[in-house]
């Protein structure tokens, strides 16, 4: 099963503190969306919102078309899978995945024989004896996941559920979420402040950033088109260099460049300098260079601007020698205009 | 140095028990004071205590007093402790504050408080009373034991299970209650033995039916006997299965 969540100028204050400045979203059946940011930025009081266990000072929720102001987490069409698993010890697997099924009411058998289904999902069906204490920290991520979609909820809010994982088992669970996500079509509301683990699973990025979306869009736009520059930082590292308009073309410490004319900052991905591409930046020289295994990431100094350093990633078969003099190319060039604060 | 902290040891432990090893001890004397020199050893005195019909009816009541009052102070205390763990209202600090404060209170003045109040609203001094009492100083001690218990694992399990749409009860009932088991055995055990041992409220509150410690108190008025020592040490058996239940059941458990 699986429903919209339309999110309608939802503000959200702390005594004192604004965690939330009317916050707007659509997000469509099925989707996996993840919310984006620093600590402190809201995502978490939004998921909060969504599952129900905050109450927006303002704006309201609507789910599946129907607005959830006044519905208590127990019958809202959500489950949650949290960030420490929370899962109940006192209860086997088998128990703890059939908790939900139990209090909607279904008997014995048929909540057991869904229980073993979902934990076959997540590839613990010989467990459902144990206890929680007898697993690792990704088998328990694993049994809070079967836990929260063995009810069959329409949208499942995921609250940092692999930030306690080591990782390498991180980047083997984001593939099978994204693998469960696609098998059982729910709509996944996913709460992360790792860019990478965004990227890797998302159909949609929301930035957040002191209690207000920055941007919000498939991987590819936040990253190679981010809209203001706290999303262009926050998505990777970043070179940046002050433009004006000036003409045809903009004016930089490199020299006048052939863009579409702005005032700004330009922003260019460390992977989009190299040695070929759409806009020459003139000649520079490599200060230092380290291989990263997939990349070198080289340290240039652009010969017009001796004050400004480039970092960019060159390929691994290219070797490049410290002192040489080479001419750099950006691809994917994004001016960005002055954040208006 | 080893030899001292020893010895000291010893010491310590000689001045805790020696009192008590003494009415074991003398509760078997052969003779009509519990007083040194043990003339000789016999059963006479546990025989006579067990015949007496007046001390084995102070025993039951002595029993179901402990037993209903701790287990009323342990649900009330569950209940206001899973209550202030879940939300925070204005002035919960204070509501904690007023659960806890009776704790501070000396027994003398909560009986006589009691006295005074249950005569207005006429209830006589009775087990009942007596148990209503027990309550009173046993809830701040359940409430104190259980709040404590719940932790953010706790918090973050309740509220999965409200997730997951468990009623509020359900959520007590289910989960709350088996997460928090060791604390609450812990507090309904120190509510129980708190409740047995317990005289002063017993003597103010109590008339015709009386609890165990009231009645040994009556017939320590009629003088040294080995009977009130025999009846001490029944008294002290039950306390120390009572801690030795515990420590097998619950703090091994715990030290696991």
Redesign the interface.
């Known amino acids: 099963m699986t429903a919209d969540v339309h999110i309608h100028g939802v503000e959200h204050r702390f005594d004192t503190f604004t965690a939330l400045h009317r916050v707007d979203l659509k997000i469509s059946a099925g989707e996996f969306i993840v919310l984006l940011g620093p600590s402190g930025c809201g995502k978490t009081t939004l998921l909060s919102i969504i ?1 129900g ?1 905050l109450s927006p000072s303002e704006g309201n929720v609507l789910i599946g078309g129907k607005d959830m102001s006044l519905v ?4 809202r069409p ?3 899978v ?1 960030q ?1 698993y ?6 086997s697997l088998r128990d703890n995945v059939a ?2 099924l139990r ?2 009411g279904v008997g014995r058998a048929a909540r057991h024989k869904k229980a073993l289904e979902m934990l076959d999902l997540v590839g613990l069906s010989d467990k459902g004896d144990r206890k929680p204490h007898a697993l690792s920290g990704g088998q328990r991520q694993r049994v809070a996941l079967a ?2 979609l063995a ?1 069959d909820p329409d949208v499942l809010l995921l609250d940092e559920p692999l930030g306690a994982l080591d990782l390498k088992l991180r980047r083997q669970m984001q593939d099978e979420l994204k693998a469960i996500q696609r098998s059982v079509g729910t709509t996944f509301i996913h709460v992360t402040h790792d860019q990478e683990e965004a990227m890797a699973i998302a159909d949609r990025i929301v930035v957040m950033n002191q209690g207000r979306i920055e941007h919000c869009g498939t991987p590819e736009e936040v990253y190679l088109t981010p809209k203001t520059l706290f999303s262009a930082n926050f998505m990777g590292e970043m070179n940046r260099i002050p433009v004006t308009a000036a003409g045809q073309g903009v004016a930089s410490p490199l020299g006048l460049l052939p863009l579409a004319p702005q005032t700004g900052t330009l922003c260019l991905r460390p992977e989009n300098l190299g040695l070929a591409g759409e806009v020459s930046l003139g000649p520079a020289r490599l200060e230092a260079a380290a291989f990263f295994g997939s990349h070198h990431r080289c340290h240039f100094t652009p010969l017009a601007a001796p004050d400004l350093r480039l970092i960019a990633h060159l390929p691994q078969g290219r070797h490049p020698a410290p002192g040489e003099e080479v001419e750099l190319f950006a691809t994917h060039p994004v001016i960005l205009a002055p954040e208006a604060a | 140095m080893r030899a001292l902290s020893w010895a000291y040891l010893i010491a310590m432990l000689g001045f805790i028990l020696l009192p008590v090893a003494m009415l074991v001890i003398f509760s078997f004397q052969d003779g009509r004071l519990p007083v040194p020199p043990l003339k000789g050893v016999t059963l006479e005195w546990y025989g006579k205590v067990l015949s007496d019909r007046a001390l084995m009816e102070a025993l039951v009541n002595s029993l179901l007093v402990a037993f209903v009052s701790a287990l009323t102070a342990l649900v009330l205390g569950f209940l206001a402790a899973s209550g202030l763990a879940r939300v925070v209202l204005p002035g919960s600090a204070w509501m904690r504050g007023a659960l806890i404060a009776p704790m501070t209170v000396s027994y003398l003045i909560v009986a006589l408080g009691l006295l005074q109040m249950f005569g207005q609203v006429g209830i006589r001094p009775s087990l009942l009373a007596t148990g209503i009492g027990h309550v009173v100083i046993n809830l701040p001690l359940c409430f104190a034991i259980t709040y404590a218990a719940i932790g953010e694992h706790q918090r973050s399990a309740l509220k999965a299970a409200r997730d997951l749409g468990a009623r509020e009860f359900q959520v007590l009932w289910f989960v709350a209650a088996p997460m928090l088991a060791p604390a609450l055995a812990a507090a309904f055990f120190l509510a129980f033995t708190f409740s047995w041992d317990e005289f002063i409220i017993a003597f103010l509150l109590t008339r015709f039916d009386v609890t165990l410690p009231v009645e040994i108190w009556s017939m320590l008025r009629s003088g040294l006997s080995p009977a009130t020592n025999a009846v001490g040490s029944l008294v002290f058996l039950v306390s120390l299965v009572i801690l030795v239940a515990l420590e097998l059941t619950l703090f091994r458990k715990g030290a696991k």
């Open positions: 599952g266990f208590a987490p127990r019958a959500t489950t949650t949290f420490d929370a899962l109940f010890p006192h209860m908790f939900g209090m909607r836990r929260a009810v």
